[in-house]
């Protein structure tokens, strides 16, 4: 298997939950070369999570093979996860989180920086530009705890820029922003691209894809039921059928 | 007022601040990793080793420090999962480990409620040795040490597991070093606060300086500053009052947090919401 010029490339993958029997993901046939702008879309609990969980190598997949930047998932986990950021689908801040903003930045670069070495000022550097670039420069010294979901939306976005990495997995990162954060960071996602970052999102919401998505692929149930350029993919109805049906059961 | 030999007052004073050093430390973990069931089942634990180690006769430290290892090695791949159920292990862990203890101390040879038992219970300075002194110094400089060295990891491993992991932190390995360094602070603490109470000492302090600290600096700098406060304060109680140490301290450390939770700044203007 030769993953040289692909950022990301899956073979028959699949994943089961422990305890479960039916598989949150399986035979997943996915290629991502690098440089590329890939939205993942389908309905909740289409296995789009477990998917990226599944390729940083957080969740072990149970049958398949995949790579990440050459490597084997399942062999290189710490090595493949400092070069590759995450912003994790929005969880609940406990508002007594005893963290200030540019900590929690900071920590994205924890792993890249390695054991036993202190950030410098170089390291600082790059954590107040991540700030600056999702707006949130005047943040860095309030602690998270107090922020909205929005922003904090943006700060686990800028601690992801913080660890500059090479391949972007981005879970439903327009969660709880509103309209105007929404553009700041849909920008922000294209200029990451278009810097050379690789970007993998995914989204249960097709009106969130980015103009520079240049590739969309449908989940539903664990599986890939259809991919294609952008484009096309908006224009064949599939898509919104899926989600629209879906969105209205209770 | 009871008046102590000098020797007896230095070793009683050094171990109250090392052990208010230590468990205040292991409680910052404890307390924000939700990690709070199994400190608690390891002190019970390392209780029931203790009393094991006066049934065969031998020191209580090492017996009290191989139940709570073996309890940490058993509960640590639980810890790790999501799926933990707290109210269960709780309630299998500490009676299976309270009944433990008991059998134990009433089988222990002599009386079973003679004085070597009941400081098991709720602890004694004169149950504390010079070595148990220098192990506690070794323990806080191994803790202090950690926390210096791996800052950066512990604010990511404490910010969320789950994103630490993500930037390529190893969080098995820190999540098995803060059990085991906390099983240390337990046993070690053991002999002077008692079986029954040393859990306290873990969770009060770092409770305490999490209601009002939003760096977590400030709370590593303040969480061991009130366990040692909370310790020395409580030793002087009980040289007052001639009530146990390890009751005296934990009385102290309890009355701090629950007055601290009550001007907690980081509760007003949120009462409405509850983050158990
Ligand atoms: N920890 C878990 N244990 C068992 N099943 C899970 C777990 N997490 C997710 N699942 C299941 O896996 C499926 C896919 O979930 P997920 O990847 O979160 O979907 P999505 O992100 O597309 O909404 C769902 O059916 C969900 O119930
Ligand atoms: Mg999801």
Same mark, same amino acid.
């Not at chain 1, 602690?143 to 090479?166: H, N, T, W, Y």
């Not at chain 2, 017996?63 to 999962?81: E, K």
């Not at chain 2, 030793?235 to 001639?242: A, I, K, Q, R």
């Given at each position: 298997?030769?993953?040289?010029? +692909?950022?990301?490339?899956?073979?028959?993958?699949?994943?089961?939950?422990? =305890?479960?029997?039916?598989?949150?993901? @399986?035979?997943?046939?996915?290629?991502?070369?690098?440089?590329?702008?890939?939205?993942?879309?389908?309905?909740?609990?289409?296995?789009?999570?477990?998917?990226?969980?599944?390729?940083?190598?957080?969740? !072990? #997949?149970?049958?398949?093979?995949?790579?990440?930047?050459?490597?084997?998932?399942?062999?290189? =986990?710490? @090595?493949? *996860?400092?070069?590759?950021?995450?912003?994790?689908?929005?969880?609940?801040?406990?508002?007594?989180? !005893?963290?200030?903003?540019?900590?929690?930045?900071?920590?994205?670069?924890?792993?890249?920086?390695?054991?036993? *070495?202190?950030?410098?000022? #170089?390291?600082?550097?790059?954590?107040?530009?991540?700030?600056?670039?999702?707006?949130?420069?005047?943040?860095?010294? @309030?602690?998270?705890?107090?922020?909205?979901?929005?922003?904090?939306?943006?700060?686990?976005?800028?601690?992801?820029?913080?660890?500059?990495?090479?391949?972007?997995?981005?879970?439903?990162?327009?969660?709880?922003?509103?309209?105007?954060?929404?553009?700041?960071? +849909? *920008?922000?996602?294209?200029?990451?691209?278009?810097?050379?970052?690789?970007?993998?999102?995914?989204? #249960?919401?097709?009106?969130?894809? !980015?103009?520079?998505?240049?590739?969309?692929?449908?989940?539903?149930?664990? @599986?890939?039921?259809?991919? =294609?350029?952008?484009?096309?993919?908006?224009?064949?109805?599939?898509?919104?059928?899926?989600?629209?049906?879906?969105?209205?059961?209770? | 007022?009871?008046?102590? &030999?000098?020797?007896?007052?230095?070793?009683?004073?050094?171990?109250?601040?090392?052990?208010?050093?230590?468990?205040?430390?292991?409680?910052?973990?404890?307390?924000?990793?939700?990690?709070? %069931?199994?400190?608690?089942?390891? %002190?019970?634990?390392?209780?029931?080793?203790?009393?094991?180690?006066?049934?065969?006769?031998?020191?209580?430290?090492?017996?009290?420090?191989?139940?709570?290892?073996?309890?940490?090695?058993?509960?640590? &791949?639980?810890?790790?999962?999501?799926?933990?159920?707290?109210?269960?292990?709780?309630?299998?862990?500490?009676?299976?480990?309270?009944?433990?203890?008991?059998?134990?101390?009433?089988? %222990?040879?002599?009386? $079973?409620?003679?004085?070597?038992?009941?400081?098991?219970?709720?602890?004694?300075?004169?149950?504390?040795?010079?070595?148990?002194?220098?192990?506690?110094?070794?323990?806080?400089?191994?803790?202090? $040490?950690?926390?210096?060295?791996?800052?950066?990891?512990?604010?990511?491993?404490?910010?969320?597991?789950?994103?630490? /992991?993500? %930037?390529?932190?190893?969080?098995?390995?820190?999540?098995?070093?803060?059990?085991?360094?906390?099983?240390?602070?337990?046993?070690?603490?053991?002999?002077?606060?008692?079986?029954?109470?040393?859990?306290?000492?873990?969770?009060?302090?770092?409770?305490?300086?999490? /209601?009002?600290?939003?760096?977590?600096?400030?709370?590593?700098?303040?969480? &061991?500053?009130?366990?040692?406060?909370?310790?020395?304060?409580?030793?002087?109680?009980?040289?007052?009052?001639?009530? &146990?140490?390890?009751?005296?301290?934990?009385?102290?450390? $309890?009355?701090?947090?629950?007055?601290?939770?009550?001007?907690?700044?980081?509760?007003?203007?949120?009462?409405?919401?509850?983050?158990?």
């Amino acid at each position: 298997m030769n993953g040289a010029q +692909d950022a990301i490339l899956l073979r028959g993958l699949s994943a089961v939950y422990e =305890g479960e029997s039916v598989p949150a993901i @399986r035979d997943i046939d996915m290629s991502v070369a690098s440089g590329d702008f890939i939205c993942v879309v389908g309905p909740n609990g289409a296995g789009k999570t477990t998917l990226l969980e599944v390729i940083n190598g957080i969740l !072990p #997949h149970t049958s398949g093979e995949g790579t990440a930047l050459g490597l084997s998932i399942s062999e290189n =986990g710490d @090595r493949i *996860r400092k070069r590759i950021g995450y912003v994790i689908q929005n969880f609940e801040i406990d508002p007594l989180s !005893p963290f200030l903003c540019r900590n929690v930045v900071m920590s994205g670069r924890a792993g890249m920086i390695g054991l036993l *070495r202190f950030p410098a000022k #170089h390291d600082w550097d790059v954590v107040n530009r991540a700030l600056s670039l999702v707006g949130m420069e005047s943040y860095a010294s @309030r602690p998270v705890g107090k922020l909205s979901g929005g922003e904090f939306q943006k700060i686990l976005i800028a601690r992801a820029i913080a660890q500059e990495p090479e391949v972007y997995l981005l879970d439903e990162p327009f969660s709880n922003l509103d309209i105007k954060a929404r553009g700041d960071v +849909d *920008r922000l996602i294209c200029e990451l691209n278009r810097g050379g970052s690789t970007i993998l999102m995914v989204s #249960h919401d097709v009106g969130s894809i !980015p103009l520079s998505c240049t590739r969309m692929i449908l989940m539903d149930r664990g @599986r890939i039921v259809a991919e =294609g350029p952008r484009n096309e993919m908006l224009q064949t109805g599939e898509i919104s059928d899926l989600l629209r049906c879906r969105g209205s059961e209770p | 007022m009871i008046s102590l &030999p000098f020797a007896l007052l230095v070793t009683a004073t050094l171990g109250s601040v090392l052990a208010g050093l230590s468990c205040s430390i292991a409680g910052v973990f404890v307390v924000r990793l939700n990690m709070a %069931s199994i400190g608690f089942c390891m %002190s019970h634990a390392a209780f029931a080793g203790a009393a094991f180690g006066l049934l065969v006769e031998v020191d209580p430290l090492p017996t009290a420090m191989l139940f709570a290892t073996l309890t940490a090695v058993l509960l640590a &791949p639980v810890a790790n999962r999501a799926k933990l159920n707290t109210d269960v292990v709780i309630g299998i862990m500490f009676s299976l480990m309270i009944a433990l203890a008991f059998i134990f101390l009433n089988l %222990s040879p002599g009386e $079973a409620a003679s004085g070597t038992a009941l400081r098991i219970l709720w602890g004694s300075i004169f149950a504390v040795s010079e070595y148990d002194v220098l192990f506690l110094s070794l323990l806080s400089l191994v803790m202090l $040490a950690f926390v210096v060295l791996f800052y950066k990891e512990i604010i990511a491993l404490l910010f969320n597991k789950k994103l630490a /992991q993500a %930037s390529g932190i190893n969080t098995y390995v820190f999540m098995l070093a803060i059990v085991f360094l906390t099983g240390l602070a337990v046993s070690f603490s053991l002999k002077l606060v008692g079986g029954l109470l040393v859990y306290a000492l873990i969770i009060n302090p770092a409770s305490t300086a999490y /209601q009002f600290f939003w760096d977590f600096k400030k709370i590593m700098i303040f969480a &061991p500053t009130i366990g040692v406060a909370s310790c020395l304060s409580g030793f002087v109680f009980s040289l007052e009052t001639d009530f &146990p140490i390890g009751a005296s301290i934990v009385i102290v450390s $309890a009355l701090v947090l629950a007055v601290s939770i009550a001007v907690s700044p980081k509760r007003r203007r949120r009462s409405s919401a509850s983050f158990a």
